[in-house]
């Protein structure tokens, strides 16, 4: 059963960088059987996607956030890494980690979904 | 890209049946499958149906997906309403580039 919890600063000053990670337990980040995501929530709004990190080592992004998100695998911790730079009082949110749903057709893989989800992590900027 | 639009509320009886709907902006809801999630007051977001209609282990069958490529929408049906099933609920998809979509989210009161 695999099992997702995120840390990180709970307070990120504007114009810095924010970085939290999200520790898998019950499975191998490094398995080719999962692929990883990052979804957030603004207090009181509904959930928004960042990225995902592939099996295979890629990424890809929102295109709203692309310039400024990085999604990596910390292995020797066994974690998903999530680096926003640059934040602003619109990145006040909920972040949470996931595990990728994978669908796979014709040779072509595709993120369809998430679970689990982390318990997810409260990261505030100030305005 | 595309957006996926839920009605900001419904509301039910308990016992009764309730839809939320989650409609296409551009491109067929058939293109791409589409999940359908439900948050608790104060909790995770846990998924309810995957791949349209697929029910996740230990969600109970009064939870059920569909399609209706003609109003390019994705349905949640929920029937036998019970108090717990009051919930923000968000449906998702991907767009071509494997970009995560979520609607906005139905709030769902059961009076």
């Known amino acids: 059963q695999v099992q997702l919890q995120e840390s990180g600063p709970g307070l990120v000053k504007p114009s810095e960088t924010l970085s939290l990670s999200c520790t898998v337990s019950?499975?191998?980040?490094?398995?080719?059987?999962?692929?990883w995501s990052w979804i957030r929530q603004p207090p009181g709004k509904g959930l928004e996607w960042i990225g995902n990190?592939?099996?295979?080592?890629?990424?890809n992004y929102n295109p709203s956030l692309k310039s400024r998100v990085t999604i990596s695998l910390v292995t020797s911790k066994n974690q998903i890494s999530l680096k926003l730079t640059s934040v602003t009082a619109a990145d006040t949110a909920v972040y949470y980690c996931?595990?990728?749903?994978?669908?796979?057709?014709?040779?072509?893989?595709?993120?369809?979904?998430?679970?689990?989800w982390g318990q997810g992590t409260l990261v505030t900027v100030p305005s | 890209n595309f957006m996926l639009t839920q009605p900001h509320s419904v509301s039910e009886s308990p016992g009764k049946t309730v839809t939320i709907s989650c409609t296409r902006s551009?491109?067929?809801?058939?293109?791409?499958?589409v999940q359908w999630y439900q948050q608790r007051p104060g909790s995770v977001p846990t998924p309810v149906i995957f791949?349209?209609?697929?029910?996740p282990s230990g969600v109970p069958d009064r939870f059920s997906g569909s399609i209706d490529s003609s109003s390019n929408s994705a349905s949640l049906t929920i029937s036998g309403l019970q108090a717990e099933d009051e919930a923000d609920y968000y449906c998702?998809?991907?767009?071509?580039?494997?970009?995560?979509?979520f609607g906005g989210g139905t709030k769902l009161t059961v009076l």
């Open positions: 996931a595990r990728a749903q994978r669908y796979c057709e014709s040779g072509s893989c595709f993120v369809v979904g998430f679970d689990p």
């Open positions: 019950g499975g191998s980040v490094r398995s080719n059987s999962y692929d």
């Open positions: 990190f592939y099996f295979s080592g890629s990424t």
């Open positions: 551009s491109g067929g809801i058939a293109s791409n499958y």
């Open positions: 791949e349209h209609n697929r029910r």
């Open positions: 998702q998809s991907y767009d071509s580039a494997n970009h995560g979509v």
